[in-house]
């Protein structure tokens, strides 16, 4: 492996040591900095402007700390830009997607802020932990080290599923305030199912949402976390014994969809436990792969992430997509996603091109049959 190669697995694997161990955030995010020869890196979590939320590292705080006291959300364009180029195709962008030439030497944000606080570029990835918004994972860097070129570009775009995957887990259990609990309490509190296993899939534990899984979805009969299902049983082992290559082969990671008994779906993330995770779980400590379970519809809601992976859409799509599956008109989706009514249309018009279908009811059998087969 070479030092390159080996620099990314690195990261790779430092980024998840970060999820069942949410304050490792800053230090993992200073680690995707220097990767590339940044100031630092930060995650924005968008839909929260005008009083943005940032997770970063120390070393950002004095030029975190100008922008929210002096309101510079409010004149940031990549912030500003970013969903509307997300909706044409974009999931990484830089200075030079974001901006034109003029607006970098002349913008406000270029010329103010980023002189002030050290930074010259800046590229951004959006990613999506969670159902309900967006989150932004952004890399600055001086200005005389260069803007990002386009291969730093897609490694960017690699990392961020990464980040989307690890921060995923820690919005789990911060979400339920449990980090000040033994990890144990702190998954049996989630309302997903979690299922700790050893590096051959062996079953350490399972928390009581995992638990009520076994009787549609999983068998652990012998010990081991098994499909149900016969025709899935390869598929799913083969899906989690190849978790640590996302961390070895630097692969994107992809969830993986299981039907039950009852005709249901499951949506699936193996996550693999770096060795810098495994203090925290304790005496599980042949601890390797954390895998997460959740419906593949929940509150009538397909998760977007899932309609990014299964239709070949952009993240903006799917969000689009999952609101329209779950029968929201499109006036609505609209105004949920923040956009104008024409621009929500253009988009579904490109849903419908990528799904094969040329109306909303279409759409939403479509997305509906993703959810649920028949056993017939």
């Known amino acids: 492996m070479n030092a390159q190669i080996q620099a990314l697995s690195d990261t790779i694997e430092a980024i998840y040591s970060a999820g069942p161990n949410p304050e490792r955030w800053p230090d993992v995010l200073e680690r995707i900095g220097d990767y590339f020869d940044g100031e630092g890196s930060v995650i924005l979590f968008y839909e929260t402007q005008p009083n943005p939320v940032f997770i970063y590292p120390e070393k950002l705080h004095p030029a975190v700390t100008v922008y929210l006291e002096e309101h510079w959300w409010e004149q940031d364009l ?5 969903i509307a ?4 195709g974009l999931e990484v962008m830089s200075d030079q997607t974001v901006a034109s030439e003029l607006e970098i ?3 406000p944000i270029y010329t103010d802020f980023f002189r002030r606080v050290g930074f010259g570029w800046l590229m951004s990835c959006l990613i999506l932990p969670d159902r309900h918004g967006l989150v932004v994972l952004s890399v600055p860097r001086a200005k005389a080290k260069g803007p990002f070129t386009h291969e730093e570009m897609q490694t960017l775009g690699l990392l961020g599923r990464h980040v989307e995957q690890a921060l995923r887990i820690s919005l789990y259990l911060t979400n339920m305030e449990s980090m000040g609990t033994a990890l ?3 998954l049996n509190a989630v309302d997903a199912g979690m299922h700790t296993l050893s590096a051959d899939g062996r079953i350490l534990f399972s928390n009581r949402a995992g638990r009520a899984q076994f009787e549609a979805y999983f068998d652990a009969s012998d010990g081991y976390l098994t499909a149900r299902v016969p025709g899935e049983r390869d598929t799913f082992r083969n899906y989690v014994l190849k ?3 996302a961390i070895s082969e630097c692969e994107t990671p992809k969830p993986c969809i299981l039907t039950g008994t009852n005709g249901t779906r499951l949506v699936v993330w ?6 810098a995770a495994r203090m925290r779980f304790g005496h599980w400590s042949a601890a390797a792969i954390l895998v997460l379970a959740t ?4 509150d009538t809601q397909v998760d977007p992430v899932v309609l990014r992976d299964c239709m070949n859409l952009t993240i903006s799509e799917a969000r689009l997509a999952s609101l329209i599956g779950c029968g929201m008109p499109i006036e609505e989706v609209a105004e949920t996603l923040g956009i104008a009514l024409g621009t929500a249309r253009n988009v579904l018009k490109t849903v419908f091109r990528k799904a094969g279908v ?4 279409q759409l939403a059998l479509k997305i509906s049959n993703l959810g649920r087969i028949s056993l017939d």
């Open 243 to 245: 978790t640590h290559q």
């Open 78 to 82: 990549h912030a500003q830009r970013a």
């Open 270 to 275: 193996a996550v693999p436990v770096s060795n």
């Open 105 to 107: 030497q002349t913008h």
């Open 184 to 186: 144990r309490q702190a």
């Open 295 to 298: 419906p593949f519809v929940r």
């Open 358 to 361: 040329n109306r909303q009811a």
């Open 85 to 88: 180029l997300n909706l044409q």
